[in-house]
């Protein structure tokens, strides 16, 4: 099971987080942890099937409050970085009708505003991602 969520986490970070081609040439040079369009046809064929189906084969693709944590950062240090984000600990986590509603605090002396990103814990989709001024 930790496998599946390994692999559709992935697959979600992948295509959440595409940039141009030269960059993740240089990022695969470096860390030899991707294989792009090495099979090109089966993943379209898959993606399509995907699609159609909407086969997701376990409960929940999150199952619990600190891999939402875990995945929302992930999403989070890239677009706002990291020290902007970890900042706002302790995130409040709210778990409701199988969605994860996050978001950052601020201590009272801090000014600025904070993240909130929602994320569904049956698939992973981010149905929301903002970032208050």
């Given at each position: 099971m930790k496998l599946l969520l390994t692999i559709i986490f992935c697959f979600f970070i992948l295509f959440t987080f595409s940039c141009?081609?030269?960059e993740k040439?240089?990022?695969?040079k470096n860390f030899n942890l991707l294989k792009e369009n090495s099979?090109?046809?089966y993943a379209k064929s898959e993606l399509k099937?995907?699609?159609?189906?909407?086969?997701?084969?376990?409960?929940?693709?999150?199952?619990d409050s600190q891999t939402?944590?875990?995945?929302?950062e992930s999403i989070l240090f890239?677009?706002?970085?990291?020290?902007?984000?970890?900042k706002q600990k302790p995130y409040?986590?709210?778990?409701?009708d199988d969605y994860y509603v996050i978001n950052g605090t601020l201590s009272r002396y801090k000014m600025g505003g904070?993240?909130?990103i929602i994320i569904n814990s049956k698939d992973g989709k981010v149905i929301k991602l903002t970032h208050g001024k």
């Amino acid at each position: 099971m930790k496998l599946l969520l390994t692999i559709i986490f992935c697959f979600f970070i992948l295509f959440t987080f595409s940039c141009d081609k030269k960059e993740k040439t240089h990022e695969t040079k470096n860390f030899n942890l991707l294989k792009e369009n090495s099979n090109l046809e089966y993943a379209k064929s898959e993606l399509k099937s995907a699609i159609i189906k909407n086969e997701i084969l376990v409960e929940k693709v999150i199952p619990d409050s600190q891999t939402a944590v875990n995945v929302a950062e992930s999403i989070l240090f890239k677009i706002y970085g990291k020290e902007n984000i970890t900042k706002q600990k302790p995130y409040d986590v709210n778990f409701i009708d199988d969605y994860y509603v996050i978001n950052g605090t601020l201590s009272r002396y801090k000014m600025g505003g904070t993240f909130l990103i929602i994320i569904n814990s049956k698939d992973g989709k981010v149905i929301k991602l903002t970032h208050g001024k």
